[in-house]
């Protein structure tokens, strides 16, 4: 099978292709996928029915009520009324000869108004053996195109992308990963939930699927649940205050729960939240210029070693620490307070990781400390802040610290100009201290 098909030709294989047949069910965001199919020629080999279920009193009877139109329990239950439906009035006639597939999206994009969130799920169930136990995709992705049709364009382009890839496509996962994104990029569609089970897969980790998605370059970020499933990030952050702490997380430690709880202690007292926050560990791929990158092996290691702390998990590629605001106020308004140990702190304040900045560090501090936004910084003892601070930060050697005791927000001190700018954000109470003893 050729390789480097653009979306036409990809939609055309599987047409041509005897083996498949089935039935595309979209939702929202127009038949953008089935249309590829029917559109290249060949389409009578491979659809048996397309169909969308637009008006909510439609899909409620079809696929039943009490789930939200855009979510993974709708494309569940679209994907097991369809399948059935394909098997009961096909599966005597033909099911001795052909792969049975389900396609199906509920999707939405970009409202008139420009108002909602744009995103979406899709599901794929398929054979690849006649009368065999079906396989199945589901992804959730976030539609990042800035108009309606443009989202169209990049949900049909992604829908052909994963039915060729399943059924005709690399099968190792890095050609896998490549191939669903092809003709993409992260500025249009983002996958930030894989799943994948049954005869075709085997047994898939979300650690690895979700360490996958973000080293790939499918997501900017990807969030892992308390239970070690990957989860749709505004399930766990949507309208909730946020506590979140980035580190390199090397080895965990009982004190980095303590970080998170101080922290937690010290936003009730600064506001009065009608939600509990969520506690929010970050780990990212692509650390700051300095750092060494962990590879997938030890993102993995890492990974696993937070689940100790019993909070999700943002797994992201950000390098700089002030990207991170920008994508949680995606989903939320409400106040979020990133607390660093005093150790971290001193490398968000290392002007020279800002240089691809016109404003350098006073932009980085523009961007981190948006409306809602501060800092907390947790006191080290003065050992074990040193020991903290990688070799490769010159700064670290200019920053006056106790010889002794507690390494605290109050006592630091930077070189000029930064002191002048650090004294002022403590000042006017953007950054904060926590102390051990507080958490």
Not at 289 to 312: F, K, M, V, Y
Request: charged share 25%; net charge negative.
């Amino acid at each position: 099978m050729a390789e480097n098909l653009d979306t036409h030709n990809r939609a055309l294989q599987v047409n041509l292709d005897p083996r498949f047949y089935g039935t595309f069910a979209e939702i929202g965001a127009g038949q953008e996928v089935a249309r590829w199919f029917l559109q290249v020629g060949g389409a009578a080999g491979t659809v048996a029915k397309t169909m969308s279920a637009y008006d909510m009193k439609f899909s409620d009877d079809i696929y039943g009520e009490g789930t939200r139109y855009v979510s993974r329990d709708r494309i569940l239950a679209m994907l097991d009324h369809e399948y059935a439906l394909l098997i009961e009035r096909l599966g005597e006639k033909r099911g001795a000869e052909t792969n049975f597939f389900v396609f199906a999206n509920s999707v939405s994009a970009r409202n008139y108004q420009g108002t909602n969130e744009c995103h979406g799920w899709l599901g794929l169930r398929y054979q690849m053996a006649p009368r065999g136990e079906p396989s199945e995709f589901l992804l959730h992705i976030n539609m990042r195109d800035t108009t309606n049709s443009l989202q169209q364009e990049a949900l049909g382009i992604l829908g052909v992308n994963l039915l060729y890839t399943a059924l005709l496509g690399p099968k190792d996962p890095d050609g896998f990963f490549a191939s669903l994104v092809d003709e993409l990029s992260l500025d249009r569609i983002e996958v930030d939930v894989i799943e994948a089970r049954g005869p075709e897969h085997g047994t898939h980790d979300a650690y690895i699927l979700g360490t996958k998605l973000v080293r790939a370059g499918l997501a900017q970020a990807v969030m892992l649940g308390a239970d070690g499933t990957l989860v749709q990030p505004s399930d766990v952050l949507r309208k909730r205050p946020l506590v979140i702490e980035r580190g390199m997380f090397k080895n965990t430690h009982t004190y980095q729960q303590q970080m998170l709880e101080g922290s937690v202690r010290r936003l009730q007292q600064e506001e009065d939240c009608e939600r509990d926050p969520v506690l929010l560990p970050e780990l990212s791929v692509n650390p700051v210029e300095g750092l060494e990158a962990p590879d997938e092996e030890e993102t993995l290691r890492r990974l696993r070693g937070i689940t100790s702390l019993n909070q999700p998990i943002l797994l992201s590629r950000f390098p700089e620490v002030y990207h991170l605001t920008e994508y949680l106020q995606r989903y939320t308004t409400e106040p979020m307070r990133f607390v660093f140990g005093v150790s971290t702190w001193v490398q968000v304040l290392h002007d020279a990781q800002y240089q691809n900045l016109m404003g350098g560090l006073l932009e980085a501090l523009g961007k981190l400390l948006a409306d809602q936004v501060k800092i907390h910084v947790y006191s080290m003892q003065v050992e074990a802040y040193r020991a903290a601070l990688p070799k490769s930060f010159e700064i670290s050697a200019e920053v006056v610290v106790p010889t002794e005791g507690l390494v605290t927000a109050e006592n630091i001190r930077f070189p000029k100009p930064v002191e002048h700018l650090y004294r002022y954000l403590y000042e006017a109470g953007w950054v904060a201290a926590v102390s051990p003893d507080e958490a």
